[in-house]
């Protein structure tokens, strides 16, 4: 049964300093990302929210579609307005981060990690996708766009993904307040902005903990092609690019459009 995000309670719940109190919401929308990038530059303020329940043309990495339900998860858009103009894939992954820690705590004995470049696995089916966007005047940041599919009260997915694909709804045995879940989720992303915004190293290392492969021997696709070598993966550096240990001792970081890992 269809569900309509409940607005009042969303802001009763919200906690945050900044993030979400500009908040947009829509039955439909053909993507948030898409309609966050056609709004005027005096429109647009830094920790804007845009969230649709139902997203008919929603878009993960590599131009996929994101599947979702109707009413039953969160599809939603964070807009910000950052100092910097380096290091996006490093707040990608810190907000990758907040769900899993969210998870956690929501789903206590089950595996939640991260899998490169910006997914959100429960034992090792998705359950979260993040696609970063930018626009630029010129030379200047107009607006870095954080766009997030979180499957939560889904309880069937089409057979292109079932087996691949989970909701937190599936894993607890119960449904989940959306409104609750996403004013949680801001705190939290929130929170990793500000570590992000002073380059705080103890982000780097909570994310490197939290990704599949990391300290582990893994195989690479760069640029399309499968890397005859292993490679020992240590983790992203403070620019957000993978860097890895060849087995000739040599170090090489590829930023996250170059390369796939192969960790099965």
Not at 21 to 50: D, P, Q, R, W
Not at 138 to 149: E, K, M, Q, S, V
Not at 199 to 209: A, T, Y
Request: charged letters at 25%; proline letters at 1%; one cysteine or more.
């Amino acid at each position: 049964m269809y569900s309509t995000f409940d607005q009042s309670v969303y802001q009763q719940e919200l906690s945050t300093q900044w993030l979400g109190h500009s908040f947009s919401y829509f039955e439909e929308l053909e993507s948030t990302n898409s309609h966050v990038k056609n709004i005027s530059a005096e429109e647009v303020t830094h920790g804007m929210v845009c969230l649709a329940d139902d997203q008919i043309k929603g878009r993960g990495q590599y131009e996929r579609n994101w599947e979702s339900e109707s009413g039953e998860n969160l599809t939603f858009s964070l807009v910000f307005r950052p100092q910097t103009t380096d290091r996006f894939h490093v707040l990608t992954l810190a907000c990758a981060l907040a769900i899993v820690d969210y998870i956690d705590e929501l789903l206590p004995n089950s595996n939640v990690c991260i899998k490169w470049p910006n997914d959100v696995m429960i034992d090792q089916k998705k359950v979260a996708g993040l696609l970063t966007e930018t626009m630029f005047s010129g030379n200047t940041l107009d607006r870095l766009i954080i766009g997030i599919g979180l499957n939560v009260n889904q309880k069937a997915f089409s057979s292109e993904v079932s087996g691949k694909a989970t909701s937190i709804a599936i894993e607890k045995g119960q449904t989940v307040e959306r409104e609750n879940l996403l004013s949680e989720l801001l705190s939290r992303i929130e929170y990793n902005y500000n570590l992000w915004q002073r380059r705080r190293q103890d982000l780097l290392k909570s994310i490197n903990r939290n990704i599949i492969g990391y300290g582990q021997w893994i195989e690479l696709i760069v640029n399309g092609q499968l890397l005859e070598d292993t490679f020992k993966m240590l983790g992203i550096n403070k620019a957000g690019q993978l860097v890895v240990l060849g087995e000739d001792g040599e170090l090489k970081s590829f930023s996250y459009e170059q390369i796939r890992l192969v960790t099965d």
